[in-house]
């Protein structure tokens, strides 16, 4: 199944990470693992864009960046990374994608910006998504299935409109939509222009945003510019302004796990931002 010792060798510190000594079954209870644990692992964050460096979508170089060099990265690396691990332990899972419309209005028809992944299992299909940022699902969700649906974290649910279907999260008392997505095949062209929008296009919320997030059990950390807050399940969320640079360093390493790079023109950023927010 794995073709090549450097494929082999990646995709068991990718296992390790996620608490794997052997490959698991592909099972839906892997899968749930799988999803719950790399959400509460690995960061969603858009440092690359900042420093206005290239983001390659080939699945070495996402490896490299996330396995090795302790970052995280957005949904074309994320969701790659994990749809190839998917694929490798025997799920049947290819890529789709999807219209963020979180922060507006849900019939919003915005631009395919969001990438994730369709599994099937034992004829019943589910979404995976491992990289949406603050609002990420932590767990599996049928795609048949339009009730509220338990995961790790919150409830979600899915609703139908002709051949495409929106995301929703509960939070709170209030049903907020997330993105839209149908089940069109995507080539790696559809990724690889979708990336180049959200790294490099001036109107992308990653040009000039900084945005963070990390799960864990029964929280979330987000970060938002200066804005830090963890986020309960059941109880008020925590919320804190940041306004210097190397406190905002000592977060992203210690709250986010990353291994920031020693890059003048993502500090520079930083302080910008930070001044700005």
């Known amino acids: 199944m794995l073709k090549d010792s450097s494929r082999l060798t990646h995709s068991r510190l990718y296992l390790q990470r996620l608490g794997y000594d052997t490959p698991p ?9 799988l999803q719950l644990r790399h959400v509460c692992t690995f960061a969603f964050e858009n440092l690359s864009v900042l420093s206005q460096l290239p983001v390659p979508l080939d699945l070495a170089s996402i490896e490299q960046k996330v396995l090795f060099d302790g970052r995280g990265g957005y949904c074309y690396e994320l969701n790659q990374m994990f749809l190839a691990l998917l694929q490798e332990l025997g799920f049947d899972a290819r890529g789709i994608t999807g219209r963020v ?11 395919r910006t969001h990438r994730l992944a369709l599994v099937t299992l034992a004829g019943v299909r589910y979404i995976s998504d491992v990289a949406f940022g603050g609002m990420v699902p932590s767990s599996p969700l ?3 299935n339009l009730a509220p649906q338990a995961t790790a974290h919150e409830p979600y649910r899915l609703t139908l409109n002709d ?3 929106t995301l929703w999260a509960q939070v709170g008392e209030e049903w907020r939509g997330l993105y839209v997505f149908d089940l069109q095949s995507q080539s790696h062209f559809d990724y690889e222009v979708g990336n180049w929008y959200v790294s490099t296009h001036p109107d992308s919320p990653f040009m000039n945003h900084l945005k963070v997030a990390l799960v864990g059990p029964g929280l979330r950390r987000t970060l938002n510019n200066g804005h830090y807050a963890i986020h309960y399940l059941g109880r008020d969320s925590e919320k804190h302004r940041i306004t210097d640079v190397d406190e905002l360093l000592a977060l992203l390493r210690e709250a986010f796990a990353l291994r920031v790079p020693d890059y003048p ?3 520079a950023k930083l302080v910008q931002l930070l001044a700005d927010s």
């Open 163 to 165: 051949a495409s279907y």
């Open 142 to 144: 049928q795609l048949d």
């Open 101 to 111: 419309v979180i922060g507006g209005p849900p019939d919003a028809h915005t631009s």
């Open 265 to 267: 023109p993502l500090r």
């Open 25 to 33: 079954a592909p099972t839906l209870e892997t899968l749930a693992q």
